[in-house]
């Protein structure tokens, strides 16, 4: 196995099991070496620092042990195991919810790895190269963990893969066909285009706050901003809203909107849907809505353009205090890694300020627990939101 040699100094991360090596830090290359390949790290006395994938980017390696394991079988078996256990004691395996994220990446001691479950399908996406080449043990040992709950493991990396490593296929079904893809998320159905839709097909990662949302959605006008497949607005519905608008600009997105609608709550005249952009739709609402929701895909996927991202908040979220009726509620979120709490923060106060409204702070939102954040990694805390009062 090819060994990484560090320059004197650059360990420290490692021996507080940060998992990533960037490239600035290595100071040689014992062999040869090729995208995803595994790699041996030493530090500059040649003490062992870990093992990991290797890649041609600033991040170099990411860690998959920091003891000097086989990466076999075994190891994967091992560690989903691990992760499937933390899942179980979490409660999230019931009748009335099949959704759930299996392998958050660093989360769970296995970088550039996500796999969700919906209802007995499990959607593998790999963000390295070295998980590709692993994909079919990886399938593997999901299944041999989570035995015969499992139906069909799809492999959906066509669009995460780093691009230097010149991975053609990047979609494949490992095993089985699922010919229903429609997941329970706590007592509501959801369809889950997982071939073709964003993500692995659903954001599972705002379950919790979905659910806090139905909590103060009774009586209540509701606006769904970028609603993708309706999850909020299905969980407004249920929460007893007297109207509930999603909105959209994509018109497949809305198609699976309103086959949400329908599935949970038939057809029901407190829903509409709206195919446009969403900061035209936010331009004239005319004190209509008494409860809205900013959940926006990210606007900073890395920090060469964090100053414009950090804009479009403020001024998405402007948009929003300036036509809220008095004693609104609004949900905002981030979900851009490259934008930390402090700043999305800023943003959002920013806004309040221009707005000249008086706003309170009732919730600080984050990830759900089956997105765990390594200690060790602080970069793993994406998620980011807050739920406000507006006078």
């Known amino acids: 196995m090819t060994e990484i040699i560090l320059k004197e100094g650059k360990e420290e991360s490692l021996k507080r099991f940060h998992p990533w090596v960037f490239s600035g830090a290595i100071k040689k290359i014992k062999g040869k070496v090729e995208e995803g390949d595994l790699v041996q790290v030493f530090d500059s006395q040649h003490n062992y620092m870990g093992v990991g994938h290797f890649q041609n980017s600033s991040i170099a390696v990411r860690i998959l042990s920091f003891e000097d394991a086989n990466i076999d079988k075994n190891y994967w078996e091992n560690r989903i195991r691990k992760a499937y256990e933390v899942r179980q004691s979490l409660g999230l395996l019931r009748d009335d919810n099949n959704t759930f994220r ?64 010149g991975i053609e296929n990047g979609n494949e079904y490992l095993f089985g066909k699922n010919n229903s893809n429609v997941a329970i998320e706590n007592g509501l159905k959801f369809v889950i285009d997982w071939e073709k839709g964003q993500k692995t097909g659903f954001f599972i990662d705002q379950r919790e706050n979905r659910s806090l949302l139905e909590k103060y959605s009774k009586g209540k006008s509701v606006l769904n901003m970028f609603c993708y497949t309706g999850g909020f607005s299905c969980y407004a519905m249920r929460g007893g809203a007297v109207s509930v608008d999603s909105v959209d600009s994509s018109g497949k997105a809305i198609d699976i909107v309103n086959q949400n609608i329908a599935m949970n709550f038939g057809n029901d005249p407190r829903h509409h849907s709206y195919t446009t ?5 936010l331009d004239d609402i005319q004190d209509k809505y008494d409860l809205i929701i900013l959940d926006p895909p990210a606007f900073a996927k890395h920090k060469d353009v964090l100053r414009n991202a950090l804009q479009g908040y403020k001024k998405l979220n402007a948009k929003a205090f300036e036509q809220i009726k008095p004693g609104g509620i609004l949900f905002t979120f981030s979900c851009s890694q490259a934008v930390n709490k402090e700043q999305f923060r800023l943003a959002v106060f920013s806004a309040a300020a221009q707005s000249k409204r008086n706003v309170r702070i009732l919730h600080q939102l984050s990830q759900p627990a089956d997105h765990p954040i390594n200690i060790y990694h602080p970069e793993g805390e994406y998620l980011k939101g807050l739920v406000l009062y507006v006078e």
């Open 102 to 165: 299996l392998i958050h990446g660093e989360g769970d001691a296995i970088p550039g790895l996500i796999v969700d479950i919906y209802d007995g399908t499990a959607i593998m996406q790999a963000h390295s190269a070295g998980i590709h080449y692993m994909r079919k043990e990886i399938a593997e040992a999901i299944r041999k963990v989570l035995g015969d709950s499992i139906k069909t493991i799809y492999y959906k990396s066509e669009t995460t893969l780093p691009y230097k490593a």
């Open 277 to 281: 952009d969403a900061f035209k739709f």
